[in-house]
């Protein structure tokens, strides 16, 4: 879409598999580093699978409802993939540590 840019540019993700992905990279004021991920169908689900450049020593999804961190099932260290499965247009928040 306009305004954005290939994942090939991204210091956080490697590559984007599975559906039509959109990753936004946000960098907060304290220096997290966050990951929104949004399925950018609004009529089929997806799962999609991120490679990620580095290993995040841990990663948090944040809660929709009350921004409470937990940590993300779909992640594994060994690998540096992140798999989620998101509703068509639905979207998820994740902090990198």
């Known amino acids: 879409p306009p305004w954005t840019r290939s994942v090939t ?5 490697e590559s984007v598999e599975g559906g039509m992905g959109l990753v936004g990279e946000f ?5 997290d580093t966050y990951l929104m991920v949004v399925n950018r169908d609004f009529i089929e689900d997806a ?11 841990a990663v ?7 921004g409470a961190e937990m940590v ?3 992640y594994s260290p ?8 998101l ?3 639905d979207g998820r928040l994740f902090r990198l540590e």
């Open 9 to 13: 540019e991204s210091p956080l993700v």
């Open 27 to 31: 960098v907060a004021e304290d220096g």
């Open 47 to 57: 799962t999609l699978r991120l490679s990620l450049r580095n290993t995040p020593t």
């Open 60 to 66: 948090f999804e944040v809660s929709k409802q009350t």
């Open 72 to 74: 993300a099932n779909g």
């Open 78 to 85: 060994d690998t540096r993939v992140l798999t989620l499965d």
């Open 87 to 89: 509703a068509g247009g």
